[in-house]
């Protein structure tokens, strides 16, 4: 099957926004899953892969052909959950150190929260949320990078 390179790009990129930007405010307004369990807008992030996926599809192209290597995907993955650890480790150092020299000694608690227009506060310490935030976080840089590629 030969690539179509005959399809309207700007046409496909508005298409795929409008489509992506529904999801959005059907998972802010209609949905609200940041008032759920799963307290992370993160239907819209899946939804957004699943269109370009199907875009891609529809023009013949792979994902390899926008970027995305499949030999590095857990090397790569890995490889960002290891800086961010490193990068969070080092500020709360900082931050800390900071506090007792101020004369305000602090302690670090590890939990997941989430962020909700409520204002809700509720701090999860069980295995499985952690899980879920750093799967929410691996879709949501899919996103982010699927979507960075087609624009540039």
Known sequence: MGRNTKYKSD????AIFTLCLAARFIEYFLIETDRTAIGENVL??????IILALALKRVNLTWSDI???RNCFVS?????????????AISYWLELTILALQG???HL???????????SGIKNT??????????FNVINVWMVKCHLRQWF
Do not use: M, R, W
């Open 44 to 49: 819209h992030k899946a939804a957004g892969i």
């Open 126 to 135: 069980d295995f499985v949320f952690f899980l879920l935030c750093v799967v």
């Open 11 to 14: 046409s496909l990129c508005i």
């Open 104 to 106: 305000n000694p602090a």
């Open 109 to 119: 608690e590890i939990y997941i929260s989430s962020f909700s227009l409520t204002g």
């Open 76 to 88: 790569n993955i890995l490889k960002g959950l290891l800086l961010g650890s490193v990068c969070f």
């Open 67 to 69: 970027g995305f290597q």
